[in-house]
Structures are given as structure tokens and as C-alpha cells.
């Protein structure tokens, strides 16, 4: 059984994680428990400075103050994160405790390079340190706590600590 603490102290909040990338040959799936061990096993947890997924209650973001840009192509993701915590919107790392499953394979690791807007967003985002924009830039992220006296695992927030 899992359990959420509640945080009171979050603002209007976007929910931000990494994926793991899971070389696909030959491997089957057959119930969702499965996700997890099959990504740890055979997957790789994708480089830091990606933001591969999002989560925000539609009129909960400045959408105002982002520029005209390609979603799914360089930039994006650190813009949008950094833009958050910017405008003071609570970002929160899930990485540690949502398991997102990427299928790679030969025919897609590098295809979305040959796109003709792949370098759209950097030419025309304004200026900004990009690792401003990484998952570990968010005031917050959850891990699991696990009391194994009542078999329980929560997930809890935390607010991020940084070194002065």
C-alpha cells in the first residue's frame, strides 16, 4: 500500500521527472508491476539534464511569459522548469518515485537530430543558464519512506536542500 503526505506549503506546483530509457529487444511485458523491474534491470536513467515529463493544472502556469518554442526539441524542457521557478510555481522531482519506461531502439536514438527544427528553441529562447532548467533545480522532490512495522511505503516530499 502506498500513501501521500500531504505539504501544505506548495503553491500552484508543476510535477516534473526523467525517464529511463529501456533498450527494447526482445523484452515482454505482461503486467504494469513489471515496469519498474524491467526498467531497472535493463534500462538507464536519462542524463540530468533532461526534463522528460510534465504535470501542471492547465491555467496553473505563466504560459504568457514562454516564447513561441518546439515542444520536444533542446531547450524546452530546461526553459519551461526554470521559467517555474522563476515566477515562484513549486516544482517537484518525481523521478525517484514514478517509474516512466522510454522504449529505445537503433531506429530512434538518434533521429530526432536530423529534424529541421531541432535547434529552433535555442535560437530563439531568450538567454538563460540551461541548468538552471534541471530536475534537480526544483524546490522539491519525493522519495519513498517505508514503515515495514504496518507494511506501508509513502511518498514524501521534500524540500531540497542546497549547499551556500
Known amino acids: 500500500m502506498v500513501t501521500l503526505q500531504k505539504l501544505n506549503v506548495l503553491n500552484r506546483t508543476l510535477v516534473i521527472g526523467r525517464r529511463w530509457n529501456v533498450w527494447w529487444q526482445n523484452l515482454t511485458l505482461y503486467?504494469?508491476?513489471?515496469?519498474?523491474?524491467?526498467a531497472h534491470?535493463?534500462?538507464?536513467?536519462?542524463?540530468?539534464?533532461?526534463?522528460?515529463?510534465?504535470?501542471i493544472a492547465k491555467n496553473e502556469f505563466p504560459w504568457h511569459r514562454l516564447p513561441d518554442v518546439v515542444i520536444a526539441r533542446r531547450g524546452y524542457d530546461n526553459y519551461l522548469v526554470m521559467l517555474a521557478?522563476?515566477?515562484?510555481?513549486?516544482?517537484?522531482?518525481i523521478t525517484n518515485?514514478?517509474?516512466?519506461?522510454?522504449?529505445?531502439?537503433?531506429?530512434?536514438?538518434?533521429?530526432?537530430?536530423?529534424?529541421?527544427?531541432?535547434?529552433?528553441?535555442?535560437?530563439?529562447?531568450?538567454?538563460?543558464?540551461?541548468?538552471?532548467?534541471?530536475?534537480?533545480?526544483?524546490?522539491?522532490?519525493?522519495?519513498?519512506?517505508?514503515?515495514?512495522?504496518h507494511n506501508l511505503t509513502s511518498i514524501v516530499i521534500w524540500r531540497r536542500q542546497y549547499a551556500i
Do not use: C
Not at 534491470?41 to 504535470?55: C, E, M, N, P, Q
Not at 521557478?85 to 522531482?93: F, I, T, W
Open 41 to 55: 534491470t535493463f534500462g538507464k536513467l536519462h542524463i540530468r539534464s533532461a526534463v522528460d515529463y510534465f504535470i
Open 97 to 149: 518515485t514514478l517509474v516512466a519506461a522510454h522504449q529505445t531502439d537503433t531506429e530512434t536514438m538518434d533521429r530526432r537530430r536530423h529534424f529541421v527544427d531541432h535547434e529552433f528553441n535555442m535560437q530563439h529562447l531568450p538567454p538563460f543558464n540551461y541548468t538552471d532548467g534541471w530536475t534537480s533545480s526544483s524546490q522539491y522532490l519525493t522519495n519513498l519512506a517505508r514503515d515495514r512495522l
Open 85 to 93: 521557478v522563476r515566477e515562484r510555481v513549486s516544482v517537484v522531482d
Open 31 to 38: 503486467l504494469p508491476e513489471q515496469v519498474t523491474h524491467v
